[in-house]
């Protein structure tokens, strides 16, 4: 079992920064695939970023390409979404996720097997 606390998270104008982090639970960390996916009111959750389990590869969404970096620190057992250049339509829960697997890069809800309670991002224009 692992447990995943967001942070970071709160009000920004658009074009400013944040950095969320998500602290995990255990001494596997290392071998969990990890992801970023947020939630916007009224809408689907939907996947923003993921990291590999050495944090060699990642994978993004298009629409926070060249803005967003996911990046971990296994030493930390902390993983990080580097929030740049925020828009308002970036305004949502943002939510971390384990895949215990961490074979391959996954961009699903289904592909992951824990998740944390979420920080709120809001973009004001």
């Known amino acids: 079992q692992v447990q995943l606390v967001e942070s970071g998270g709160g009000l920004v104008q658009a074009g400013g920064s944040l950095r969320l982090s998500c602290a995990a639970s255990?001494?596997?960390?290392?071998?969990?695939?990890m992801g970023w996916f947020r939630q916007a009111p009224g809408k689907e959750r939907e996947f923003v970023a993921a990291?590999?389990?050495?944090?060699?590869?990642?994978y993004y969404t298009d629409s926070v390409k060249g803005r967003f970096t996911i990046s971990r620190d296994n030493a930390k057992n902390t993983v990080y979404l580097q929030m740049n250049s925020l828009k308002p339509e970036d305004t949502a829960v943002y939510y971390c996720?384990?895949?215990?697997?961490?074979?391959?890069?996954?961009?699903?809800?289904?592909?992951?097997?824990?998740w944390g309670q979420g920080t709120q991002v809001t973009v004001s224009s």
């Open positions: 990291v590999t389990r050495s944090g060699r590869s990642a």
């Open positions: 255990g001494r596997t960390f290392s071998s969990y695939g």
């Open positions: 996720a384990a895949d215990r697997k961490g074979v391959v890069v996954t961009t699903t809800i289904t592909g992951y097997d824990y």
